[in-house]
């Protein structure tokens, strides 16, 4: 295991690796983000980007096919885009349309676009476009009464590509998933999914389109519900499974997917990230711990 030290001077929120594993980005309580050139065993820190009044939450890649461009969001309530050329970053576009904390970012599966997901304290959602021309396109609705923590985009269908989907979670103790309606220029509430008891801490939407959808959801109430519906049957319903019977140790903070989305890693607030596959029953089981 490699450890960076003294990477930042406050608490980190999120570490990203690139799309090819390359660059490492890293964000902070100190209102700073960092990016690690890696090589092998060894991160080099190669730039500290500055332009956030507030500590930054979370940091994401956008797909290199738009160019080597990173998106972070902040409890200054805005979303900064940059990008690299030449060896140097610059801050490329700035997103203000909430009005609190934009506490998730989300970029859109390539085929869709350059679409970017921020999801904030102020209950509501939004979906920025960047176009060629490097203007913006932006929609913004009510998604949750209290707050949203975080938001995940669902896999494109390859018969049906412009079917956009998403799901979120909020501190209403809700898990909603949303469709682009093309006729409203908006995204409608399909479901509204219950079975937490505490904020829904995150939301990550697998990323691999087999059989059946599947969603987990990590709550404050030290659970993780992993949700499943069929993918060829449109009407079937969502379904609800515990991740394990018990509680967890701590709060359930985030949940992410591995790249071919058979194998979930949960991070809570006991300081261990745990490793999940489904076995061939249809049970979750542990695969592996990490112990910070």
């Known amino acids: 295991m490699v450890t960076i030290s003294n990477a930042h001077d406050g608490l980190i929120h999120d570490a990203v690796l690139d799309y090819y594993g390359k660059r490492l980005a890293t964000c902070s309580s100190d209102k700073t983000i960092k990016i690690f050139q890696v090589e092998g065993d060894d991160y080099k820190l190669i730039e500290t980007l500055q332009g956030h009044e507030g500590p930054v939450w979370q940091v994401s890649w956008a797909h290199p096919k738009f160019g080597i461009i990173l998106a972070s969001c902040s409890y200054d309530g805005k979303v900064l885009i940059w990008k690299e050329e030449g060896g140097v970053w610059s801050n490329i576009a700035e997103c203000s349309v909430h009005q609190a904390s934009v506490n998730s970012i989300s970029w859109a599966p390539s085929e869709y676009g350059a679409l970017l997901l921020c999801t904030s304290s102020d209950g509501k959602c939004s979906v920025v476009e960047f176009q060629e021309d490097g203007s913006q396109k932006t929609i913004v609705w009510q998604a949750h009464s209290i707050g949203v923590n975080a938001g995940s985009w669902a896999p494109p269908q390859k018969e049906n590509i412009q079917e956009r989907r998403l799901v979120t979670g909020g501190c209403d103790n809700l898990v ?117």
């Open 176 to 292: 909603k998933i949303w469709r682009y309606d093309a006729a409203q220029n908006t995204y409608v509430v399909e479901e509204a999914l219950t079975g937490h008891t505490d904020w829904v801490r995150d939301v990550a939407w697998s990323p691999s389109l087999l059989s059946k959808y599947y969603i987990a959801s990590a709550s404050q109430d030290r659970t993780v519900i992993i949700w499943t519906k069929n993918v060829a049957d449109k009407m079937s319903p969502w379904k609800k499974q515990l991740l394990r019977q018990d509680k967890f140790p701590d709060v359930c903070w985030r949940a992410s997917w591995s790249m071919s989305g058979n194998v979930l890693a949960i991070s809570g607030g006991d300081n261990k990230v745990t490793l999940w596959k489904e076995n061939l029953n249809g049970q979750w089981e542990q695969a592996g711990e990490v112990d910070q």
